[in-house]
């Protein structure tokens, strides 16, 4: 643990206060904005070809203004790489393909069997798609590296565990407000629970599937957005990606997304340091499941 707040100190001091003043700045009206007009709740009711390229367009947004705020320091532009340039477009056009386009299988006669074994197929299938995707794109532009952030070797695990009990009491706090409750756990939000009961196979099933999300999550942001850049950006890659990260988070309560900037940059400096998304996707995994546990004694309780 001491390491972990050593690497998050030094990012500190050298860190350039201004561009993160601006950044901060910046994430800080794209929220308000999302919040106070509704944004993403208007994207979900355009088509998937809408709502594909507008995600493309907030993504390249959120990720391109705090690069262009590091590679434009004392009025000259820094030179990057064309490859930079080209996975800086790649980048927001993958995430906004996961974002957009859902998967409806026929699975079932029953309408509401296939709308839960769709969901539940969902995450892995996306999962595999989205590793899929990134090793295409590691084998084309940094197959002389590890394949973004896949370390066990030399990882120390007590560190994150602990940083998972530091999340106890936050998302006890947060499993008593309504925005929360409203949103977790996600399984009851679904008519089929509602028809067949809360069956626990039901619930285990789909629980273990949507744990899947946060191995390419971690593996596109920690990973690809922190591993890749940084090559060429070194730690400046850690804001920008943590920008990107909070957009992805406007459908979710308002205190979710701000802490999402801020714990983006933390797990991103882990991943900068240790070469690895793993401690990461045991954090962000842990904290998810412990948000659906919340959610359901909270909606036990509170409501």
Known sequence: MKLIINNLVRYGQE?????????CCFISLF??????F????AIHHFNEIGQYFTWVG????AFGFPYGLTLYRNGEIKKVNRNFIILLLIAPALFAWKMSFDINLPVSSDKLQNVYWNQVLYWPIKMVMMIFSLFLIWRLFDRDTEFYGIKV???KWKPYGMMLLFMVPLIVIASTQPDFLKMYP???NMDFMSAHGHAGWYRILYELAYGTDFISIELFFRGFLVLAFAKWVGKD?????????CTIHFGKPLGEC??????GIILGIVSYHTRSVLGGLMVHLGIAWMMELGGILGNTYFT
């Not at 206060?17 to 950044?23: A, G, N, P, S």
């Not at 701000?258 to 714990?263: D, K, L, T, Y």
Request: charge should be positive; glycine fraction near 6%; charged fraction near 15%.
């Open 15 to 23: 860190l350039d206060k201004r561009v993160f003043l601006i950044v």
């Open 31 to 36: 929220i308000y904005m999302n919040y106070s």
């Open 38 to 41: 509704g944004i993403s709740q």
């Open 58 to 61: 907030i993504f390249c947004v």
């Open 153 to 155: 070797r030399g990882l």
């Open 186 to 188: 996600k399984l009851k």
């Open 237 to 245: 890659a850690i804001l920008p990606m943590a920008c990107f990260y």
């Open 258 to 263: 701000i802490s999402s900037f801020f714990g």
